[in-house]
């Protein structure tokens, strides 16, 4: 039914806040049996890839075009590294604006840039890293008055809650632990604030540890840096110097989680390990907390028996060279039933 109808009563939608709608959020939460059973907890995921956008961004995105729309909004902007410009664009021809939105150039997967220019958005590749094109939508917002749909839009984050909401739901209660990948640190914030308001209601009695999963060579909240040349395979969260860094410090601590940091290689082995434990394809930036959680268990800090939930933040055909570069090449063969034969012996 879409996150605003859902869940409209714990946002601030109004009678004048038009009804958009592309029937996001109500995402699978799948138990993942054989790799839970390997690291000795019980795992679960949030397959947030299955959202219409085929990431997490949609269940803000919809609210933050929303309100714009009811404050006047006529065009759309935003900076990403590449699942925030996908959810922009396309409730952007939803509600029928224009959008604007500018990718660090080179640096984002195939799949989303195809979605942005499907979807009809102006694309502008800059030379430059995203936290450079975040500076510059935010300066061509201020220059044109167009809605800026990065999460320095309050209305993201508010949206994103629901995430937590339906984790609560689904389990009935929160889990022990909620490993999430960071990269502007909204999502993580977003997540945080969702298990507090639900506890506060007293839909749910557990609070969870946050822990926060960053690539190596992206991980300013593991060094305690800003990170000025950031680079790695997950391009969605390669990211120096991210917005809700205070709010992600903050949830760490108050819910006694923790950041850690992980190596593209780690990723790249979660992200098979994924798929083929359990049929479930995540681009490379979801499976930085399976990465994760692999190394917390060999460093014996993985508390047996937990509850731990992972959000798997966008599809894996949204990158699929990346993942063509991990796998090997199908067989080829000739069309008879000899050549057939003698793969399948192989
Ligand atoms: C799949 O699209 O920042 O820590 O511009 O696409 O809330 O930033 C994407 C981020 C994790 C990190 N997983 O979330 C963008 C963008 C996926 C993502 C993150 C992103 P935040």
């Given at each position: 039914m879409g996150v605003l109808k859902r869940y409209g009563e714990y946002l601030?939608?109004?009678?004048?806040?038009?009804?958009?709608?592309?029937?996001?959020?109500?995402?699978p939460l799948v138990r993942l049996g054989r790799i839970g059973s390997d690291l000795g907890i019980e795992l679960w995921g949030k397959?947030?890839?299955?959202n219409p956008t085929g990431s997490f961004k949609d269940r803000g995105m919809v609210l933050a075009v929303a309100k714009a729309l009811e404050d006047g909004a006529k065009a759309f902007v935003c900076a990403s590294t590449g699942n925030t410009s996908a959810s922009a664009a396309a409730y952007a021809a939803r509600v029928g604006a224009p959008c604007y939105v500018l990718l660090p150039s080179g640096k984002v997967a195939m799949g989303k840039l195809a979605q942005s220019l499907m979807y009809g958005a102006k694309v502008i590749a800059v030379d430059g890293n995203f936290d450079r094109t975040l500076e510059m939508a935010r300066e061509a917002s201020a220059k044109y008055g167009f809605a800026i749909v990065n999460s320095i839009n309050p209305y993201r984050l508010i949206s994103q809650r629901t995430g937590a909401w339906e984790i609560c739901e689904s389990l009935g209660d929160a889990p022990d632990m909620h490993a999430i990948p960071v990269g502007n640190a909204g999502n993580i914030s977003a997540y945080w604030a969702g298990y507090r308001e639900f506890h506060k209601r007293g839909r749910s009695k557990k609070l969870p540890r946050m822990m926060g999963f960053q690539a190596e060579g992206a991980s300013p909240l593991v060094t305690g840096k800003e990170c000025p040349n950031p680079e790695t395979v997950?391009?969605?969260?390669?990211?120096?110097?991210?917005?809700s860094a205070n709010l992600a410090r903050e949830a760490a601590r108050e819910s006694g989680g923790e950041f850690n940091s992980v190596t593209d290689a780690e990723i790249l082995d979660a992200q098979r390990v994924l798929a083929s434990k359990c049929g479930i394809f995540a681009e490379p930036a979801s499976c930085a907390p399976l990465a994760g959680l692999i190394k917390l268990k060999r460093s014996g800090r993985l508390p047996e028996g937990s509850k731990v939930v992972m959000v798997l933040?966008?599809?894996?055909?949204?990158d699929p060279d990346t993942a063509l570069s991990q796998v090997e090449k199908p067989v080829s063969i000739g069309g008879t039933m000899e050549d057939l034969i003698e793969a399948i012996r192989l």
């Open positions: 601030p939608v109004t009678e004048k806040t038009p009804a958009v709608n592309l029937e996001e959020g109500s995402t397959l947030e890839g299955c997950a391009t969605a969260i390669r990211i120096g110097n991210p917005v933040t966008g599809n894996g055909l949204k």
